[in-house]
């Protein structure tokens, strides 16, 4: 391998290592103020809270920018159309829905419909409501052509593959949700790249090998390549690496990653990697009953899609017929990668081609082991001989390199010596042997325990989990978990788990397998299901069995007595899925710390279930009903999680619970209430009943948690009220009562001292509330009418530690806010959108650590007092009555301004000295008429002025170096502010710019302009000039209404054949309007040379080109020698 190569190649820069390539994982579209907006909160809360990237936009977010909206659509992987009964009656949902269709049909991106109330065939036959929405268009002018394509459009996408809530979960909201939620998650996880490695020294001459190999001959055969190579030489490296390279050319991909050890570990392994196969291509889950079955939906699904599979670490013939059989059975155009280490194997199969993993040459491995040992430093000449031989005993294995490296850094010197003479009595084929080193050399045995507990039960979750596992055993895992990681003896991937090599944790597996190699009762682990069987059935366990851990079902059907754990006194950790036990709970040992038993069949915890040192309970998804476990005697139990317990109706006593900290009733969807003795627990500082939606009241004893720092109430549709004595919660840090009945807040909220986040929101309420009679709402709020939801007692103002205020549409006026609000000195979040309020009646300057106040869609609003200097984000958008603004001249951290649809403000004072500004947004705010000078808003990228029709003049545009996207369409009274020395100023931030203003031709000044939507010219000599990029401007015609549309340019270099698309950002309107675009010279893809012939076409799918675009001009940019800009005409050939 050329020296360079590895050289060059150890970047972590590449494009195989790059993590997601998306700025979202989901957009979530629906209709604003629809009976599906409470589901649709619920579904973007719950999406949020599980890390699924989400952006979403609805009616009532019409303050969201064009721009952005569209920036969102192209910068994600996934939509969800939430299609209810109001959905075609919106152009915006109708438009948004042709992009994203659009998007779909060209990059193979994932639509998922939502049928919320609505039959599906309703949406594909534009039938029922759907029909009178389509009447109502007709009658608004709009064009037939717009018509018949939302028709098409909605046809589409009601042929797609969803969820419809009639028929899912009961009709249950809850559930539903919990259904999408599951399914997002594994589309998000079979887009995600993987992460490869953290030093690929030589790694990608080999990966662009593979690629090679896999479209050699074309793209439209099937093609399958073998990679083969011995345990740690870097095989399943290189296959992530290829994935992350080209799954972006294929409608699905799937890795599946360590077949031999899932094949070996699991009982019916084969059919959950045949479900794994078909959940990641087919995106839905699927059950297999067995392997036949499986081979037989395989068959018919992965025919369906041009796809790319990995099937890592196969080791038998066998697993290959379950998962892919025979070639025919996938699409043309797909490609498969098999890594195994069996080299005969592969002679078996039917290959296109084969590729050895080779060891890495001397000076790669010198590389890779000194970048684990020494980082970046270069070792010190007295260990330049140490190395060598360190290295030479390596043998060229990547991983053997990276655990002793990683190992014997920071070690001294003497430590190196002791490494290398052990190298030297180790067989040169026994890797195990010399990873021990590593292990063998694990500073002290908490680390070893945790180090075998890792190797041997493969904690498929979260570090987060994990430590809290490893803190309930009595290690202290941050400081061991920190030490392996150094080692390189385990790792963190993409999704923030624990993962280890299969080398390693083989290696550590042999460590436990050698404590009694024939008979596993006296081995300290137990993970393999037969062995645990064999154990449990026989009564074998003894004292020397620490840990348990059977993830699968594969021993639901067999019945076990719970004697087979009475010899097992030192056990410490039991983890198991479905298992059923019998017998007296008496025999579990009392030394268990940590029990985790998911999907437990028992329809109650009996009574003899007494655990006196259990730390951590995990009974989710559970079948019980109720529980009479006497957990007065759980003296140690800190974490009690009852998630998702569907059929527990109430909860058991809490007497005894000295130590609990943690509680989880969360998705109890038919939980009504909590015991009353819950104030027995002091120390509790967690408690989540978030989704219990038939939870009715919280006791009054719960009032008594005087260490509670977190209460989720969210989704608790049908909790009323708070405790009147909710102040006594001292310690209380997060409250969150988004989505339930509550009404006000109890005046001893004041008392709330350490509270520093408080969430509120009416937006699903007042609609819900009409079934309420008025004499009950009357005596919910006394005195008070039912358009006045919620006040804010006097109190409030105390909570000085508080720092997130969101309180929304609880239709409050200024009689509702104290004064004295002004005293929360901590506050650096404030949202009060959507309430009645005329002006703010207290100071805001007076919030001294304010830094985001939303002020939005309170339509009474008309005045905003002084603000404080520290405000980074201001948004009062949609407010209509809106007028006045204050000074804003000392706000120099702000970097948003948002005050869309503002239609009665018409200046802004003190916008010039905004030097931090980064987005200002002023869309339709009809009387603005002057905009001052904005020359010194240097760090200002969004400028949204649309429709702001009585503005005249912006000065000082040319000083924008930092812009990228200013729109001015339809601002009917503005001149073209922009100049020639405007462009020549803007080269130079290498990204593209996206201008709009209404404008009906095309400068002079352009270097070449044509009429209609394509053009055709030559490339000008540019001599020892450096082409800086190009400006596009287009001029689109007169449409019936005003909407966004996604045009896109077509740009073809004529000589080479090299083409890319544009896509273009505009809205059009009543009246012709321009975009400019700015296209730097990198987007080429290749060097642009003097005389090649380029072609620009422009189109839209929404609009006949002929009718869509009528004139359009590019402008070419070059630097000379001496570094002046100047543009270069072009020669025409002639139109297209």
Sequence with gaps: MADQKGKDQSSNSQPSLALRPWKYDVFLSCRGGDTSKYFADQLYLTLCQVGVNTFRTDDEGGHVSSEVVMNAIEGSIIFIIVLSKNYASSRRCLNELLHILELKKNSKRLVLPIFYDIDPSDVRKQTGIFAEAFERHGTCSQSEQNIQLWRAALSRVGNLSGWDLKHVAEGFESKFIHIIIEEVLQEVKSRTPLYVTKYPVALFPRVNQIEKLLFKGGCDDVRVIGIHGMGGIGKTTLAKAVFNQVLQHFEASCFLENVKSEASERHNALVHLQEQLLRTILRRKIKVHNVDEGITLIKEGIWQKKVFIVLDDLDDQCQLNALLGERDWLRPGSRVVITTRDKHLLKELQLNEQYEA?????????????????????????????????????????????????????????????????????????????????????????????????????????????????????????????????????????????????????????????????????????????????????????????????????????????????????????????????????????????????????????????????????????????????????????????????????????????????????????????????????????????????????????????????????????????????????????????????????????????????????????????????????????????????????????????????????????????????????????????????????????????????????????????????????????????????????????????????????????????????????????????????????????????HCERLIEIRGLDNLHSIRYINLFNCKALKNPFTENFFKAHYEHGSELQLGLCNSNVPNWFSYKVDGCSMCFNMPLQGESTFLGMFLWVVYGTVDETKNVYPKATIVNQTNGVEFNHRLWTTISFAENSSIHYIPPNYFKCPVKGREMMSILIECYDFPTEDFVKKCGVHLLYKDKNGQVHSLSVSSPGFL
């Design 358 to 946: 080779m060891k890495l040459d001397h000076e790669s491995s010198l590389q890779l082991f000194t970048l684990h040992a020494f980082r970046n430093a270069p070792p010190a000449e007295d260990y330049s001989m140490l190395v060598e031989g360190i290295v030479t005993y390596c043998a060229g294995v990547p991983l053997a390199l990276q655990v002793l490296g990683a190992y014997l850094s920071d070690k001294k010197i003497e430590e190196w010596k002791n490494a290398l003479e052990k190298l030297k009595t180790i067989p040169s084929n026994n890797i195990h042997e010399k990873l021990r080193i590593s292990f063998d050399g694990l500073p002290d045995d908490f680390t070893k325990a945790v180090f075998l507990d890792i190797a041997c039960f493969c904690f498929k979750v979260q570090k987060s989990e994990v430590v809290g596992i490893f803190t309930a055993c009595g290690f202290y895992p941050e400081v061991e978990i920190c030490e392996l990681i150094d080692k390189s003896l385990l790792a963190i991937d993409e999704n923030k788990n624990l993962n280890v090599h299969n080398l390693i944790r083989d290696m550590g597996r042999e460590i436990v397998h050698r404590e009694s190699p024939d008979n596993p009762g006296k081995r300290s682990r137990l993970w393999c299901p037969k062995d645990i069987s064999d154990v449990l059935i026989g009564h074998k366990g003894t004292k020397a069995v620490e840990g348990i851990v059977l993830e699968s079902s594969a021993l639901k059907d067999v019945p076990f007595s719970t004697k087979a754990f009475e010899k097992m006194a030192k056990l410490r950790l039991l983890r198991i899925n479905h298992l059923q036990l019998y017998g007296s709970f008496q025999y579990l040992p009392k030394s268990l710390k940590y029990l985790h038993w998911h999907y437990c069949p028992l329809k109650c915890l009996p009574s003899d279930f007494c655990l006196e040192n259990l730390v951590i309970l995990n009974m989710s998804f559970g079948n019980f009903k109720e529980s009479q476990a006497p957990l007065k005697y759980f003296k140690c139990l800190k974490m009690l999680v009852f998630y998702s317990c569907e059929n527990l109706k109430k909860s058991p006593e809490f007497v005894g619970l000295h130590s609990l900290e943690k509680l989880s009733f969360g998705y109890c969807s038919n939980l009504m209430g909590l015991d009353s003795t819950i104030g027995e627990l002091k120390r509790l500082r967690i408690l989540d009943v978030a989704n219990c939606m038939n939870l009715r009241e919280l006791p009054r004893r719960i009032c008594e948690l005087k260490s509670l720092e977190i209460l989720y109430l969210y989704g608790c549709s049908k909790l009323e009220e708070l405790p009147d004595d909710l102040g006594k919660l001292e310690r209380l840090k997060e409250l969150s009562a988004v989505a339930t009945a509550i009404t006000r807040l109890p005046g001893s909220v004041g008392h709330l001292k350490n509270l520093e986040m408080l969430l509120l929101s009416q937006d699903f309420l007042l609609k819900r509330q009409s079934k309420f009679s008025d004499i009950f709402s009357t005596w919910l709020q006394p005195k008070r009418s039912l358009s006045r939801v919620g006040y804010l007692p006097s109190s409030f103002s105390n909570l000085s530690a508080l720092k997130v205020l969101q309180i929304e549409n609880w239709n409050m006026t200024e009689d509702d806010i104290p004064f004295s609000l002004a005293s929360l000195s901590s506050l650096q979040n404030l949202c009060f959108s959507k309430n009645k309020f005329r002006a703010i009646p207290f100071n805001l300057c007076d919030l001294s650590s304010l830094k985001y106040l939303n002020l939005s869609e309170c339509p009474n609003l008309k005045s905003i007092p002084e603000i404080p200097p520290t405000l980074q984000n201001i948004r009062a958008y949609k407010c209509k009555s809106l007028e006045r603004l204050p000074n804003l001249s000392g706000l120099k951290r702000l970097e948003e301004l948002d005050l869309c649809r503002c239609e009665m403000l018409m200046e802004i004072q003190g916008l010039e000295n905004l030097d931090s500004v980064r987005r200002l947004s002023l869309w339709s705010c009809k009387s603005f008429g002057r905009l001052l000078d904005v020359s010194n808003l240097s760090k200002l990228k969004n400028l949204e002025l649309s």
